[in-house]
């Protein structure tokens, strides 16, 4: 019973950080997470140390941990191999995605839709995530999966910065729409394409946030003034 208690809570907070759901450098207390699951800190204290183990948060004194920060060298490693895994699975996939797998992801894209334009940004995230994993999962490559899986969770948090700058909103849906559209066609090499599109296009985008964040406020200021003006 523990270990089923132990394994949902591990599931729920790894999908909450896939999703977005948590900022970067949040911190996260056993105690007050087992409070508002209303379980004993011990199976919350095991879950969080299955994901600090993965990498995906941080161990820190007086019995918490923390969601890491992200830094442009981090970030910029990370992006160099999440293009080329999440590439191929969506190549993988193409060939093997049935009606209902279409439909799944055909809805995520009207939801994301609808999101984008009530400015909902964890209802985005939540269908943003579920259109990529449950593409990523039909590659029916385990490893492929999993390595994708690892590297998102480390990522997941920081994709609220891609709300930081409204101009971004009227794009965030384009390259699911290209990928989508490709799938529909069988055409994997295509839906590769734009799946890589997005990728670049967005990590793109995050990477120049923290290059201006690493040069001080003031860099970024006069940046946000600049794309405005």
Known sequence: MADNLQEQLY????SDLLAGRFQ???????RDLAVVWG???MPVRAALQRLVAEG????EPQRSVRVPTMTRE??????????????LAVELAAARLDGAEIDLLHGCLLRMEQALERRDVAAYLQDNSLFHL????ACANPILLRMIESLRLQIGPFF??????????????????????ALQAGDGKAARAAMERDLSYFD??????LEQESDGPGCLRKSRKAQRS
């Open 11 to 14: 599931q729920r907070i790894r």
């Open 24 to 30: 970067p450098g949040e911190r996260l207390k056993i």
């Open 39 to 41: 379980t004993s800190p």
């Open 56 to 59: 995906a948060l941080e161990g």
């Open 74 to 87: 981090r970030f910029q490693q990370i992006i160099q191999v999440r293009l080329n895994l999440e590439g």
């Open 134 to 137: 449950s593409l990523y999962r």
């Open 160 to 181: 609220n910065r891609l709300f930081s700058d409204s101009t971004q909103l009227l794009h965030l849906n384009d390259f699911h729409e290209a990928t989508f559209n």
């Open 204 to 209: 793109e985008y995050l990477l120049n946030l």
